[in-house]
């Protein structure tokens, strides 16, 4: 029973009959880049940093009134989102690895990064 309802799923997917497929924008977000978005799945204004604009250990926040909704981290170094404008752990914050972490839904508004040294 196992085998016939295995292949009958992937029948489904394969056939191209299978409806429930999300698609997602992909965000254009170069290497050694950490970009923001105002919006969900990359949609809005955005926002880039790199390493000539951000200095590894200090507080960036992003530009005013800016919130960033989704965001991907291709810098080579650890990266941490911060719901407060000035860095504090006081309100919600996560660390995201580097080279390649996309976020398409930020789990919480980021008004802040910090860039890590490696």
């Known amino acids: 029973m196992k085998t016939i309802t295995?292949?009958?799923?992937?029948?489904?997917?394969?056939?191209?009959t299978a409806s429930a497929q999300i698609t997602r924008a992909v965000p254009e977000c170069d290497r050694g880049e950490f970009?923001?978005?105002?919006?969900a799945d990359y949609a809005g204004q955005a926002h880039r940093l790199d390493?000539?604009?951000?200095?590894?250990g200090e507080c960036i926040p992003l530009p005013d009134g800016f919130v960033a909704r989704s965001f991907v981290n291709h810098l080579t170094r650890d990266t941490s989102v911060y719901q407060g404008a000035g860095c504090s752990t006081e309100a919600e914050f996560t660390t995201?690895?580097?080279k390649g972490t996309y976020v398409p839904d930020a789990?919480?508004?980021?008004?802040?990064v910090q860039v890590?040294?490696?």
């Open 51 to 56: 390493l000539e604009t951000a200095n590894p």
């Open 107 to 112: 789990p919480f508004v980021v008004r802040a």
């Open 116 to 118: 890590w040294e490696s």
């Open 35 to 39: 970009c923001a978005w105002s919006g």
């Open 96 to 98: 995201y690895p580097g």
């Open 6 to 16: 295995a292949l009958i799923a992937t029948t489904l997917l394969t056939s191209g």
